[in-house]
């Protein structure tokens, strides 16, 4: 039994929670404690909004007055997350307008997958942005997708801006980075909008540029891309660019001797689009620079090449869907993704999240997980951690949230002086 779990089975065997009986002098029991809800995807086997479909009855049968607030840092399930903010109304993209046919629409634009086969990618119309999911086009786990980085290329996504450049120019996009399966470092997506890659005695590579050409790549010919957006690039995590390899290569189905070798590509390529950068009036983006390893570097290619603004994910989807404001007054902070552990304090959504309860003095943030491992100990880390003991499995995910719920209400129950009473259905 890990330590959490303990604090946690210690909390629900605390001394009951005392109540009044037909006797008892009469008297005004606590208002049920208000529970913020604020999970981020559980990987592939429960996304954001379905979590929170699932959780908040079980909130609200412990006595607790449960408000969902799912979240995203750019990763899948981005468009799911900013659709369901705007139509519950509480996104700055607008609140939900009396007529159905002025809410979110998707645009469906013609591109291809990380393995060149033909697809069609999504893109979310809000009120104040097109938002746009990396995953849903040359995602990790998309149908039929095998993980074989080293055969991937962002050049799918280069299509979709381009593609969404001509129906919509002047649209304000929102593009987030998490979830694919490519480690090319953004070179199949710049050849897609125009910087072509030459290969000594070759010529430009005329197939989708892969992972294993950017080791071969000698020269960048064409002008900077004339995107008419603007666009803002969600990064789903803080690695740097020549960090990409070793931290997202053996996900991807890298092997160890694949590892250094890509490594080494990543730092020829870099020095090489920051020439041609400079040679363009532009200037790369700093190596070091947080997120740009996002994406098999796809990020910092993007960012170097003027295409938009490198930003944190995470930061930027608590702001737009107003998560301070849905704290204010919460008695607790659930979080909830599929693994928890010290990354996910470093950019992500529980780390965006948690400061931000820190920040307004939410009393208790504890966290329903798929997996933990190695948290940070209170403040930095979680009050109280529930781990689901089959990730794959829905009656035990909801077991645990049982669990959470009773303990969480256990806790907030003390602090009112134990005289809260279960709501009346």
């Known amino acids: 039994m890990t330590e959490y779990n303990h604090h946690v089975l210690s909390l629900i065997m605390a001394k009951p929670v005392t109540r009044t009986s037909r006797t008892s002098p009469p008297h005004y029991p606590a208002p049920h404690p208000r529970v913020l809800y604020a999970p981020d995807s559980y990987g592939g086997f429960l996304g954001a909004v379905d979590a929170c479909r699932r959780v908040e009855p079980i909130l609200r049968e412990a006595g607790l007055a449960p408000r969902c607030h799912p979240l995203s840092d750019g990763g899948e399930g981005l468009l799911e997350v900013l659709d369901w903010h705007h139509r519950k109304g509480s996104a700055r993209t607008g609140t939900v307008p009396a007529n159905p046919s002025a809410l979110p629409r998707y645009l469906e634009l013609d591109s291809e997958d990380a393995m060149g086969r033909p697809t069609r990618a999504r893109a979310l119309l809000l009120k104040e942005h097109v938002v746009l999911e990396s995953a849903r086009v040359i995602g990790l786990n ?120 890509l490594r080494a590509a990543f730092g020829a390529w870099a020095r090489l689009l920051g020439r041609w950068c400079v040679a363009n009036g532009k200037e790369p983006l700093p190596v070091n620079a947080p997120g740009g390893g996002a994406a098999g570097g796809l990020g910092w290619a993007l960012a170097s090449a003027g295409v938009g603004r490198l930003i944190p994910g995470s930061a930027f989807v608590a702001s737009i869907t107003g998560l301070e404001q849905s704290l204010r007054g919460a008695g607790a ?54 781990q689901v003991r089959n990730r794959r499995s829905f009656s035990a995910f909801d077991e645990a949230a049982r669990t959470m719920a009773l303990a969480i209400a256990r806790r907030l129950g003390q602090s009112c002086g134990d005289t809260m009473e279960p709501p009346v259905e």
Do not use: N, Y
Not at 216 to 230: A, N, S, V
Not at 360 to 385: I, K, M, N, W
């Open 142 to 261: 998309m149908p039929g997708q095998i993980p074989a980085a080293m055969e991937a290329s962002s050049h799918g996504l280069g299509l979709v801006l381009r593609a969404l450049a001509r129906e919509l120019p002047g649209a304000k996009v929102v593009l987030g980075l998490g979830g694919t399966v490519t480690m090319d470092a953004g070179a199949g997506a710049l050849q897609a909008l125009g910087i072509l890659p030459w290969v000594p005695g070759q010529g430009p590579i005329q197939q989708p540029v892969q992972a294993r050409h950017i080791s071969q790549i000698t020269r960048l010919k064409g002008c900077p891309p004339q995107l008419p957006l603007d666009v803002s690039i969600l990064s789903d995590v803080r690695t740097p660019l020549l960090g990409a390899p070793d931290t997202f290569g053996p996900q991807k189905g890298l092997d160890r001797a694949q590892i250094p070798r």
């Open 333 to 386: 902070l659930l979080l909830g993704e599929g693994r928890m552990d010290p990354p996910s304090f470093q950019g992500k959504v529980a780390g965006q999240a948690l400061a931000t309860a820190r920040s307004a003095s939410v009393p208790l943030v504890a966290a329903l997980v798929g997996q933990a491992r190695d948290l940070p100990p209170a403040p930095r880390g979680p009050d109280l951690v529930v």
